[in-house]
């Protein structure tokens, strides 16, 4: 069983800045230092694809979640980058929680909303594997993923600022 979840957040950038950020390696780098107080690596990147290590400590996650959590968690996002058309872009990611039965996956769409704004709306879907107690806690991650979403669109809005 999984959880459904949509989430939408403002990046306060015009949508090309957003994909030229979204196809330069020094932006994922600057996100997985960024995005959580424990960085992470940048393993592989192409310009249309970033894999991502990324930590996330047990103080980030839904309290359900985290007594059954004793150290940080080790997450491999992968990000496929799509093209800009009709003022949009979508980009798809799944990740794996390593040495946990959570995993989640989704679609962002990216719409240009007048000369200087994006709207990302996420669809995601997450998956906690334990039998009994997998869909009581699939909707607190979620919840938590929609977190991580606002903070990654601030970010991603002072990087362009910064960089572009």
């Not at 985290?66 to 949009?88: F, H, N, P, W, Y």
């Not at 240009?112 to 607190?140: F, H, L, R």
């Amino acid at each position: 069983m999984s959880t459904r979840s949509e989430n939408t957040v403002i990046i306060n950038q015009p949508l090309e800045k957003v994909h030229q950020a979204f196809t330069t390696k020094a932006y994922w780098e600057h996100i997985v230092a960024t995005l959580s107080p424990e960085p992470g690596q940048v393993h592989e990147f192409t310009e249309n694809q970033a894999v991502l290590f990324e930590v996330l400590p047990t103080t980030l996650l839904p309290e359900a979640v985290r007594a059954m959590v004793s150290q940080a968690l080790k997450v491999k996002r992968t990000i496929t980058i799509g093209e800009v058309a009709a003022d949009q872009l979508s980009n798809s990611f799944v990740a794996d929680v390593k040495g946990t039965p959570v995993d989640f996956k989704g679609d962002i769409t990216y719409k240009a909303e007048g000369e200087d704004k994006t709207v990302a709306s996420y669809v995601s879907e997450v998956s906690v594997n334990i039998p009994m107690m997998g869909a009581a806690i699939e909707p607190k991650v979620a919840e938590a993923l929609g977190e991580l979403y606002q903070n990654e669109a601030d970010l991603t809005s002072q990087w362009i600022e910064a960089n572009l």
